[in-house]
């Protein structure tokens, strides 16, 4: 299956603001991969999931800033990596907020 048949079966929700003609795939992949993450259905983890492979899924988010504690949660319960040799938890602890509603 094309890159452009995987971005038509996403939920209309996750690509709102950008337009899904010009998103590549492979060049926007911690894009694609965050905003799943997030905000995706479980099909949408499964689409992603095909596409790029749990292995290559992990190394990019390893490598995120920032990224919601339930998906990293899910991410690290799903490859049994643990959250620590993620970079969006390290950056976490060593940055913490001073109100945090």
Not at 60 to 71: F, G, N, S, T, Y
Request: proline share 5%; charged share 25%; hydrophobic share 40%.
């Amino acid at each position: 299956m094309s890159a452009n048949e995987y971005i038509q079966q996403f939920s209309p929700h996750l690509f709102w603001d950008v337009r899904k003609e010009e998103l590549d795939f492979d060049a926007h992949a911690q894009y694609v991969i965050k905003r799943v993450l997030e905000y995706g259905l479980l099909n949408d983890w499964n689409l992603i999931k095909t596409y790029y492979g749990l292995p290559r899924i992990v190394k990019i988010v390893k490598e995120l800033r920032d990224l919601e504690p339930r998906a990293l949660a899910y991410i690290s319960a799903i490859s049994k990596t643990p959250k620590e040799q993620f970079r969006c938890y390290t950056w976490k602890q060593l940055n913490p907020q001073l109100w945090n509603f």
